[in-house]
């Protein structure tokens, strides 16, 4: 059964940090890209971070950049998103996906459950 897993969501003061992990099983995880999506209330899903399959190339929205790092742990199939300087707009349920690379051209094979992100003014 394919799964991905997200946790390391909570509630955590402005300027804070929080680790996201996306645990993967059922599937050859090093053939997939790996993307982090996040929708705050009200608004549309955005993707936020993307670890590519083949050549290892990150992607970053422009809102995060300099503050989040994705990374791979291989050997536990897990994808970590590495939050810092936390802001109140970063506040979202933050979903993990898997697609044959970053453009996510099948709009993500596989999806994750949400883990929520609170980030308090």
């Known amino acids: 059964e394919v799964q991905l897993q997200a946790s390391g969501g909570g509630l955590v003061q402005a300027g804070g940090s929080l680790r996201l992990s996306c645990a993967a099983s059922?599937?050859?995880?090093?053939?997939?890209?790996i993307g982090w999506f996040r929708q705050a209330p009200g608004k549309e899903r955005e993707r936020v971070s993307c670890l590519g399959s083949s050549d290892g190339r990150t992607y970053y929205a422009d809102s995060v950049k300099g503050r989040f790092t994705i990374s791979n742990d291989g050997a536990k199939n897990t994808v970590h998103l590495q939050m810092s300087d936390l802001k109140s707009e970063d506040t979202a349920v933050y979903y993990c996906?898997?697609?044959?690379?970053?453009?996510?051209?099948?709009?993500?094979?596989?999806w994750g459950k949400g883990t929520l992100v609170t980030v308090s003014s």
């Open positions: 996906a898997a697609d044959w690379t970053c453009g996510f051209p099948e709009e993500g094979l596989y």
């Open positions: 059922g599937f050859t995880f090093a053939d997939y890209a």
